[in-house]
Nanobody, 125 residues
Framework: MQLVESGGGLVQPGGSLRLSCVAT????????IGWFRQAPGKEREGVSC??????ETYYADFTRGRFTISRDRNTAFLQMNNLQPEDTAVYYC?????????????????????WGQGTQVTVSP
């Protein structure tokens, strides 16, 4: 079971990026998915999560309508618009067998579920 993220990079403030997360060795169909980020010197935090059951979504307040989570077969996506310097971080995707996605986003530990290796997002002029 493996998750591989891609799509990170350097972007100017106000720009956009679309992160992808491909699952290999297992099907994402029965797992909720989530995007998390960790900035230098800060703890990892949940960005957005999506249920495997009914597509219910959860977004952290700081996304403020700028980010959109989606999934298509064995790939998860995070569309990020109007990026700001404070969005600079390593972004991780994760999968977990759960239906409580708010709890997943707020409390999921790296010790549980499946995690990708992360992709760097840098927002700078």
């Amino acid at each position: 079971m493996q998750l591989v993220e891609s799509g990170g990079g350097l972007v100017q403030p106000g720009g956009s990026l679309r992160l992808s997360c491909v699952a290999t060795g297992f099907s994402l169909d029965h797992y909720s998915i989530g995007w998390f980020r960790q900035a230098p010197g800060k703890e990892r935090e949940g960005v957005s999560c999506m249920s495997s059951v009914d597509g219910e979504t959860y977004y952290a307040d700081f996304t403020r309508g700028r980010f959109t989570i989606s999934r298509d077969r064995n790939t998860a996506f995070l569309q990020m618009n109007n990026l700001q310097p404070e969005d600079t971080a390593v972004y991780y995707c994760a999968s977990l067998s759960t239906t409580t996605i708010r709890a997943m986003c707020l409390m999921m530990s790296p010790a549980h579920g499946t995690w990708g290796q992360g992709t760097q997002v840098t927002v700078s002029p």
